[in-house]
Structures are given as C-alpha cells and as structure tokens.
C-alpha cells in the first residue's frame, strides 16, 4: 500500500498461495510512477473485497509477480500477484518507520510531562488497510487522513492545566499543526486538543485530554460511531437521535466539571440504558 513518497520501496505479499520466491522489489516497484502508485491505493481500497486482515497479510511479503496496473492484477488473481503500492510491502515498510518516529517522541513526552499518564498506539496493518477503504469511497488519496497513524495521548486533570501546557509543547516540539477542539467542539461535543508533530520526517498525533473527555470520547465511539449504520438501525430515527443528543448534553457537563464549575449530570435516556448498555459515567 503505498502512502506517499518517503514511504520506502519493497514488493508486496500475502497468503501461502503465494510464491515467496523474492524478485528484486526495489528495482521491479522502481517502474511504478508515484502517481499510478496512488492510483492503485484507490483502486485496492474500492474493489478488493478479501477480509482486511487476509490484505494485511498480504502486505508482508513478496508476490512473485507484481503488476503496475489493475487490469492485469485482476486477470492473474489477487491471491497469485500484487498491486504495486496497493497490497506490497510499502505499508509495511511506512508503519515500521512510524514506530522509529512514535518511540522517540514517546521518550521525549515522558521527559517533557514526567507527572502526566499517557498512552499511545501506532495502527496496525488491518486498522490500515480499513482506514484507506473507508477514506477511499469518493475515490480520492488524501496524505494527511494518515497523520493518525501513529497517536499518543496525555491525560491532564482539568481543562486549566492542560491550557497551561500547550506552550510547553511548543517549546520542546516540532509542531505541524494544531486542533482546538476544546474552543470549538467537534461533532456532537468531542473536545481534545490536537497536535500534529514532526519526528523523524513522520507526522505523530498527540491529544491533550482530561479524564472526562476521554471518558466521553471512548463511549461515543464503542456506542454510537463505531458501528454507526448497525446503531441506527437498531435505535431506528427518534432513539438515535435521543442518544445523540444525551451525548451532546453529557459533553456540556464533563465541560463544567472540567472548568470547576458545578453541573447536574443528564439523565439517561431509557434507549440508552436499553439499548446502549447505560450511560456515561
């Protein structure tokens, strides 16, 4: 899967069907311009319907025939050949060097924020081949919907003292970008603090949250997003929309509790308890 130059050469792989005879990758991928290479990533996402973790696989070793366009992909079989940029090792070779980049920048926020918790993840390949299927339906590669591959979160207790550390992650990083999502909330009230930094050449997400916007965060998504279209169908027009909007009013409290400011907790929506599995804490 190939995510944009700088990604590193290599051939593709998969299944035992395979040959795992290795040709010379790096000189066979070489043909391939950067633009069919992107081409391909869209095309893999839209039509290779195998399980994301059977393409994962895949991505881990070399095909003993790799093909620059779909067409030929498609003739000699997704299980017998590769795509280049879609199912060889780029992605592999990419994530490798994500957790180069999410190391250091791991030690550097321990050292920066030795008092804080914090955690911290880089994809794997399945989660990566879902997210380009899932960012590929308009049929467009966008580089920076792969800036969260590699993501670290700090867990700060109130809104104030995470609003006084942002100026020392400017002073100890290299900042791309920044989010405020607690100034203007996102969604139905997701608030968070986002960085995009630079480290070794790779973009790292890092958050800033407080206990509750975690809290909240976490059940949004396992509760209403994850599985949107199957939570719709189940809660049905009126129940989707009581559950998004307690989420709304649930956002507003975790708020004020996370300014010092005293609030009374929403009910929890009968569908919700039903439903959902009860509310937020």
Do not use: C
């Not at 250091?104 to 879902?130: D, H, W």
């Not at 339906?137 to 966008?142: D, I």
């Not at 630079?198 to 994850?226: C, M, S």
């Amino acid at each position: 899967m190939y995510l944009g130059s700088g990604s590193g050469g290599g051939g593709g792989g998969g299944p035992a069907t395979k040959s795992q005879s290795q040709p010379s990758p790096k000189k066979r991928l070489g043909t391939t311009s950067e633009e069919q290479l992107t081409k391909n990533v869209v095309y893999g996402s839209l039509h290779d319907k195998r399980p994301n973790k059977t393409i994962a696989r895949d991505i881990t070793r070399n095909a003993k025939t790799i093909h620059d366009q779909p067409q030929q992909w498609e003739k000699t079989g997704k299980d017998k050949s590769d795509l280049a940029g879609w199912d060889t090792t780029h992605t592999q070779k990419t994530r490798e060097q994500f957790i180069n980049a999410h190391q250091t920048t791991k030690n550097k926020l321990q050292k920066t924020f030795p008092q804080q918790q914090y955690e911290g993840r880089v994809k794997t390949l399945p989660s990566m081949v879902k997210k380009l299927k899932k960012k590929n339906v308009n049929e467009t590669f966008v580089q920076k919907d792969f800036e969260d591959i590699s993501g670290m979160r700090i867990t700060f207790k109130n809104t104030p003292e995470l609003k006084e550390n942002i100026q020392k992650m400017r002073q100890n990083f290299n900042i791309k970008e920044e989010e405020d999502y607690i100034t203007q909330p996102k969604g139905a009230g997701y608030r968070s603090y986002h960085f995009t930094v630079i480290e070794d050449g790779k973009p790292i997400e890092v958050q800033f949250r407080t206990r509750n916007q975690t809290i909240w965060a976490e059940w949004t998504h396992d509760r209403l997003y994850d599985n949107v279209d199957e939570t719709q169908k189940r809660l049905g027009p009126k129940g989707f929309g009581q559950a998004q909007e307690y989420a709304k009013k649930m956002a507003s409290y975790y708020a004020r509790l996370d300014n010092g400011l005293k609030a009374e907790k929403p009910k929890t929506p009968q569908i919700v308890k039903e439903e959902l599995g009860g509310g937020m804490q």
